[in-house]
Every structure is written in C-alpha cells, then in structure tokens.
C-alpha cells in the first residue's frame, strides 16, 4: 500500500514511471496531480490509502493534515478532517494523524481522511483520554 508521503518524496521521474506502469496518462503532468492521479488509480485497485500530517483546525471547526513538504502552510496535498472525526477523537492542533484516506470525489479539491489509524504514534483511543494541557499541573 502506497502513502501519500511516499509518494511525495518521489521525483517527478519516478512518478511518471509509477503512472506509465499504472497506465496513467502521464505527458504534461505536474508532480502535485501525478501524485494525485496515481493515488486515485491505487485507490481503485487496492482500496484506500494512507495519509499522515499534522492537523490544523480552521475557525468552521473541521481541519486539514498538513505536510511537512509545505513546511505545514496550505498545500494541494493537504487532507480533509471532518468536524465529526475531529470531536469523535479529540484532536487538536499539532496533532499528528496517520489514517486511510480517499481521493476527492466529483466537485472535491481534497482528499479525505476517513480512518484514524493513529494520532500522535499512539492509537486514537489514547487521544480521546488526553488531558487538556491548559488542566495540567506543573511539578
């Protein structure tokens, strides 16, 4: 199974190979949607795909994995969090997100994290008994 991070360290190259053997048309192609048509194609055949960033959560409540690639600004690899996840999970800026995401269907520009398989390295139900840090106490 391919990660979105994998495939981002990858030179352009290397990625036109990967489409040339998915059969992916390929000529033309920025690095960004490359990525994006073969983790689309990869999604077809073997189902979904990992992604992994930090998250950042906007004001309307529901955030984005960003990438250290981008230095974490806003980038076109960035990841889609639902607000729910956000609340099932208890996430919080800066946390760190591993998950199975989906490419951005019709009328989307992101993908979309649609299991939490980590947060933080640790299992997500560690995230739900976190405590806030503002409720710990110093020693």
Do not use: C, W
Request: proline share 7%; no cysteine.
């Amino acid at each position: 199974m391919s990660t979105l991070a994998e495939l981002k360290q990858k030179t352009h190259q290397e990625l036109v190979e990967i489409a040339r053997s998915l059969g992916i048309p390929y000529a033309g192609l920025k690095k960004e949607r490359l990525v994006h048509q073969i983790l689309a194609r990869k999604a077809e055949e073997e189902g979904l795909i990992l992604g992994e960033g930090v998250l950042e959560i906007v004001p309307q409540g529901y955030g984005f994995l960003r990438s250290a690639a981008y230095s974490y600004t806003p980038g076109p690899d960035d990841i889609y969090v639902s607000q729910s996840q956000i609340k099932k999970f208890n996430l919080k800026t800066g946390d760190t997100v591993l998950g199975q995401v989906r490419p951005p269907k019709q009328g989307e520009k992101f993908f979309s994290l649609v299991k939490v398989e980590a947060i933080n390295f640790e299992p997500p139900d560690k995230a739900k008994e976190r405590v806030p840090f503002e409720s710990l106490t110093p020693l």
